[in-house]
């Protein structure tokens, strides 16, 4: 087989870089390791930046995140027994976030794929990306015991933190930067409508919890747990215990409870590698960064990693122009320190450490209370909540 573009993955970077390749008339073929059905049963965030929103309608696969997602217009920070709402539409001249769960969008990009008539290989073992230093690049991957090869003229490497793209670079040129948190987060959905109608992120003495949700009637909830919590350890009744014990009393007693749909724990992780380019193969999204869930950013790094690729791929192909091409790593490192920075940044600020004592819990509720007593603090925490330029 042949193509121009040969990309390893079909979570979201996959797939949107596919589909706007597509749309722009450039070959694409994705190679995913699992099922659909597979890709589709993972759960993830679900707060989408302007961005990604335009990215999707760029695609051609906005249309149901307009009508079923939700727009939010600020976000609560919950500490010392007070909800205090930060006005994210109002500090940022008009921006706002939208509430749409990841899965949601794998599934629309999936379904637009599918009516573009592009063309995916899922549940292909072994793949392994090859001479990416030179010009003739390919693919190898066995699928039902066969061996395939495609041949293409750029890899792109969209197969998350455990891909094969990031493990094919060669370790002479490849540098990682990485922080692992002491604990995780423990999440559940469940059918009950959300606490309140925008998301509340609490800084508790028992540790952070988070309210989000997928919709009016489906609540996504999260609790900070030591690393090594087992999720056989936490009964629906105790989970909803914990929470209520986080949220400011108001909160605590207007929440509704049910039974959990899914209850999972997720390690928290800051993680870069650099470069992104190595010759004609790329790392975009979970591939080449992670950053802990506080905020939010990992979908919306994906999303911008893809619109610097799919501009440069563009480019070449267009102008024949390699520039965006090599400034491709710079380009997407710049933002994703950013968002890095972010990420750390309201992590440490929400979540209890074992080892910071008495003097770091001060120091974040300082941080805090400045937080929501000036409008500098706030704004700045705004407009990388909305999403940094790109
Ligand atoms: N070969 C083929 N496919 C692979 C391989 C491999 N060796 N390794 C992983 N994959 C596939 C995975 O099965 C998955 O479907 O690559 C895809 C990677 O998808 P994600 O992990 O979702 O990563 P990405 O598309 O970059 O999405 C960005 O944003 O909300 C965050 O972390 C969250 O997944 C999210 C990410
Ligand atoms: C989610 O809805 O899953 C979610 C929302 C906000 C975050 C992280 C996760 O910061």
Known sequence: MRTQVAIIGSGPSGLLLGQLLTNAGIDNVIVERSTKEHVLGRIRAGVLEEGMCAMLDEAGAGARMHAEGLPHDGVNLAFDGSLHRIDLHDLTGGKRVM???????????MDKREETAGQT???AADVVPHDFAGDKPYLTYR???????IDCEFIAGC???????????PEALLKTYERVYPFGWLGIIAEVPPVN????????????????????????????????EKVEDWSDERFWDEIRRRLPDEAGEAMTTGPSIEKSIAPLRSF???????????LVGDAGHIVPPTGAKGLNLAASDVRYLFDALQEFYREKSPAGID???????????????????????????????????????????YLVQSKAAATSMAENYVGLPY
């Open 99 to 109: 509430v749409y769960g990841q899965t949601e969008l794998t599934q629309d990009l």
């Open 121 to 123: 290989v899922y549940e």
């Open 159 to 169: 197969d998350g933190y455990h891909g094969a793209a990031r493990k094919a670079a």
């Open 272 to 282: 870069v590698a650099e470069p992104l380019r190595f010759g004609r193969m790329f």
């Open 143 to 149: 699928k039902d015991g066969v061996e395939h090869r």
């Open 327 to 369: 400034g491709y790593s710079a380009r997407a490192l710049n933002r994703i320190w950013l968002a890095e920075r972010f990420s750390w940044w309201m992590t440490t600020l929400m979540h209890r450490f074992p080892d910071t004592g008495e003097f770091g819990q001060k120091i974040q509720h300082a941080e805090l209370d």
């Open 197 to 228: 109608d925008e998301l509340i992120y609490a800084n508790h003495p028992r540790g952070f919890a988070l309210c989000s949700m997928r919709s009016q009637t489906r609540s996504r909830y999260y609790v900070q747990v030591p690393a090594e």
